[in-house]
């Protein structure tokens, strides 16, 4: 009967002994972790920071090479578009008259372009919007609805594809 606390006391010591244990392996591991991770910090290249926005204000020559030109899909060719989307743009009645430097009318929503349309677009000023009308790309400041750049995707050349200014 007076041997009952005894054993108690050695198997809670076992115990602790067992948790002891678990706990020092597991404090070796994070250690161990924490270790790789200085490591990685520390010898990391300096181009390896965070990409910054570059604060674009007008589409640029890569932008308009992400496009796709004259290719079939579906049986029919395709003026531009994103071809390995499966992305075909047609035609908007407003692309004949955007220019920068225009308000657009009330009645026309300023809503961005489709996802995969900016992803392959270089990054632009927080306050501009990328929006896609038809075959033509516009920033758009979705404050004042005024028109800052546009870029006709059927152009020939970069160089032809930029509209003359509104004033």
Known sequence: MYWRPFLWVCRVGLKIDRTMKTLKIELAIAGAALFALGAFVATR???AEAVQASGLTQ???ADFAAFDRNFEMDGATCDVGLKRERLCFGRSPLETRLAPGMILPPEVPVMG???RVIV?????????RTIRFGRSLA???PQSRQVQDVIVLTAPTFEKARPATVH
Do not use: G, I, M, S
């Open 139 to 141: 920033l758009v400041d």
């Open 113 to 115: 372009a489709e996802f």
């Open 59 to 61: 589409f640029t020559k």
């Open 45 to 47: 290249p300096p181009e």
């Open 120 to 128: 392959v677009t270089e990054l632009k000023a927080d306050t501009l």
